[in-house]
């Protein structure tokens, strides 16, 4: 799996952090994450590990950059903290599916949502993967459940 992923995480990170040694810090930590829910993976070339992968570290590089942020003198371009998602107030087509809720959904409550009901991890499982703790994973995922159901409610009326 590692072999399989490493590129992909390493650029991952490296699009958040600006900065290939502290990209390679955050794939190593990202990997430490998701060994301890090895278990739990499945299939090493399924999309849901890869996903899993992507994730993880794409969290790990933002709370590297945070924690350099607060030592750094000069402070990253907050454009590499963007990932390339849609954007919710582009209109959305008559012909809408639950993908197109998620897509507007902040990014946050879609790894999360992503984590618990894709990947079927529980919020304990959860909080080391985001850097959150339990009871903050569980009022998020509420707080995105709440969210999700008021875009697809937006995607109905319109």
């Known amino acids: 799996m590692y072999r399989m992923y490493q590129n992909l995480m390493v650029s991952i990170a490296y699009q958040v952090l600006n900065n290939r040694a502290d990209a390679e810090d955050a794939v190593q930590e990202s990997w430490i994450k998701i060994l301890r829910i090895a278990e739990r993976i499945g299939e090493p070339e399924s999309s849901s590990a890869r996903n899993l992968a992507a994730i993880v570290t794409k969290r790990t590089a933002i709370d590297f950059y945070r924690r350099n942020r607060r030592t750094a003198v000069i402070p990253l371009d907050e454009a590499y903290m963007e990932t390339p998602y849609p954007d919710p107030s582009e209109t959305v087509p ?11 959904l902040p990014p946050v409550y ?29 009022k998020t995922m509420q707080r995105a459940r709440k969210k999700l159901e008021s875009e697809l409610e937006r995607i109905q009326q319109s």
């Open 94 to 104: 008559e012909k809408c599916t639950l993908a197109d809720a998620m897509a507007a």
């Open 110 to 138: 879609r790894d999360l949502l992503l984590l618990h009901y894709d990947q079927g991890l529980a919020p304990a499982e959860i909080a080391p993967l985001m850097s959150m703790t339990e009871a903050n994973v569980r």
